[in-house]
């Protein structure tokens, strides 16, 4: 992954999050080809709080709400990031300490990675690319 962990650290965040509409959304656990799960898509909405969104599943199971905000990475590496939030009332218990983070490495491509607590320690679970 130390390829995919390389594309990340060279993105970027835009001072102004562009991100509105449907994205789709790829696991990448190498070896593997990048592997997409029930046709998932994250779909960005923005409104006069700012970005917010929510995980599609066949293309109408909409589970998961998300707000987006520029942050530092949890990563302890410094980098900007986009972070996806989902520390909201309406998740279920068990989807609220997820954290996303992306960063923009083509014009309509972002590289993610994803943190949950494990052994109480906030630590990177996957990493994901997120296109239009």
Known sequence: MENVAERFRGGSVPE?????????????AAPLPPLRFFGHRKVFERGAGGITG??????????ARFRVQRAASLDGSGLKVARIAYDEPCNPFFVRPLVDEIRQVGAEEWLGQGFYPVLGRLRRVMWFSVRR
């Open 16 to 28: 102004t999050l562009e991100l509105e509409g449907a994205y789709r959304v790829h696991l990448l």
């Open 54 to 63: 929510v995980n599609e599943f066949l293309g109408a199971v909409r589970i």
